[in-house]
């Protein structure tokens, strides 16, 4: 009934780009700030962007200036465009809204290898 939806991850080259979606389904994405969080093999979850539903934004330090998040609203879509891919990337990627604390998807896998 009420769920965020990943979709676009895969299997890429290092310096390759990826555009991440998180959809909301039975959710009406406008109205919630909205972040991207990612898991690597064997780590713990860490949030890496968010943007409110003013459009503020927020990066982690290791993304800064290589990703790039969106939304719009119209398609109830949030964007995570990924550029200058490196092997440390590697990880699901999950989307968040913080006022559904306990809602969690099944995420997207982002592998980056040669």
């Known amino acids: 009934q009420v769920n965020l939806l990943e979709s676009g991850g895969d299997l890429v080259q290092p310096g390759g780009s990826l555009t991440l979606s998180c959809v909301g389904s039975g959710i009406g994405l406008k109205w919630y700030a909205v972040n991207w969080h990612r898991q690597a093999p064997g780590g713990q979850r860490e949030m890496i962007a968010g943007?409110?539903?003013?459009?503020?934004?927020n990066y982690e330090d290791s993304v800064k200036g290589r990703f790039t998040i969106s939304r719009d609203d119209d398609k109830n879509t949030v964007y995570l465009q990924m550029n200058n891919l490196e092997p440390e990337d590697t990880a699901v990627y999950y989307c968040?809204?913080?006022?559904?604390?306990?809602?969690w998807g099944q995420g997207t896998r982002v592998t980056v290898s040669t």
């Open positions: 968040h809204a913080p006022y559904f604390p306990t809602m």
């Open positions: 943007i409110t539903r003013d459009r503020h934004i």
